[in-house]
């Protein structure tokens, strides 16, 4: 029997992860159709995506850049309608034509989309980590009365799910631990009295992936994986003392899991998104992604290191907050968006990342986590306190 044709909404298309996504899509035409793709600002790419893709609607939420958009299309003869605003975003991620949407905006903007996309019950693919370090408990308690599914696709939680029984009912019983690794960044051996000279530019070369800015940043600081370590606590309902991190410079193994009986089943590949974006777009299919196979005759050899917490101490927040009250996920997440975008404007050291997230996390705050507006209020309560101490340094 011939599979039905799935349509998507891509949130963010123009990132890298939206681009990867676009790359596979177009590696299965008989199996995907786009319903909409979405941007911030980028016009040329967006309009070259529309032409390809012919997607229903074209979001961007930079209302002068969808005007340009808009009148590029009607030169083209494009039927693609354009729309602008985070309103906008919300619909094309729960119109009821959609079966499935890609989360690629990056940061805490992503969470009214994505958790939309939950409760209409969509199949979501989440690249976007911020959204459910944000929305926490309330987003997964969306995720099952919305009755869909989400798969991530942050290739660590990728790998996890691969290496994890399919009935997650098991997990918590027959699991031992989680154990994340990371590439430990562009900065894994650089002289530590050094780190207050590193340069916007050198933060975001990331040695074995090419990624959004503020996600590189986070690589290097290593910030990503303390959200990524959050994201796994959710996703996969282990406390936080289940969750361990080890790097492993090479990012051949991805992630892995440890039974009670001290098996690990790891999941392996080449350092490429189309993979982990291709599982979560065919699961429980496997579908060609367009990645290199792993040569095991060059394989020289695979590492592993404790991450050092002088090097890296932004990683320890990951279980600060996860032990600390509900909401502290969002308030760390909101602090570090804050002092990543001081950093790449040169306002901050890189060293001072960490300063700004320590003491937002540790300032008295209150709010609640029961709805998006109460998210987004605590997320704008930290943001304006990660700023004042941005200014104090
Ligand atoms: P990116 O910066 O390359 O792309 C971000 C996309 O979101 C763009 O399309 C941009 O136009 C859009 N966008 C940005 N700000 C927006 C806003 N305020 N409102 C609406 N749209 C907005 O980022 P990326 O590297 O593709 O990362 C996207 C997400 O995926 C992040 O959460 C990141 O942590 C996660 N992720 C990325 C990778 C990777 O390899 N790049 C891997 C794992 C997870
Ligand atoms: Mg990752």
Redesign the pocket.
Known sequence: MEKPVASITV????????TNTLDVLARHPERFSVYAL?????VDLLLAQCLRFNPTWAVM?DPDAAKQLEERLGAEGSRTRVASG?DA?VEVAQDERVDMVMG????A??LPPCLAAAQAGKRLLL????ALVVGGDFFMSAVRQGGGRLLP???EHSAIFQSLPEDPETWERRVEKIILTASGGPFRTRDIATFADITPEQAVAHPN???????SV?SATMM?KA?EVIEAHYLFGLPASRLEVVIHPQSIIHSMVQYHDTSVVAQLGTAD?RVPIAYGLSHPERVVSGASPLSFDALTGLTFEKPDPRRFPGLGLAWAALEGRAGSTAVLNAANEVAVDAFLNRRIRFDQIHVVNQETLSSSWDGETDSLEALLALDGQARQRAASVVSAL
């Open positions: 949130l963010g298309s123009t990132g890298s992860i939206g979405t941007a911030a600002r980028q939420t985070a975003l690629a905006i990056v940061g903007a992503g690249a976007n980590k911020e696709i942050d290739s992936w090419v990624m959004g800015r503020k996600i986070d990503n959200l998104m």
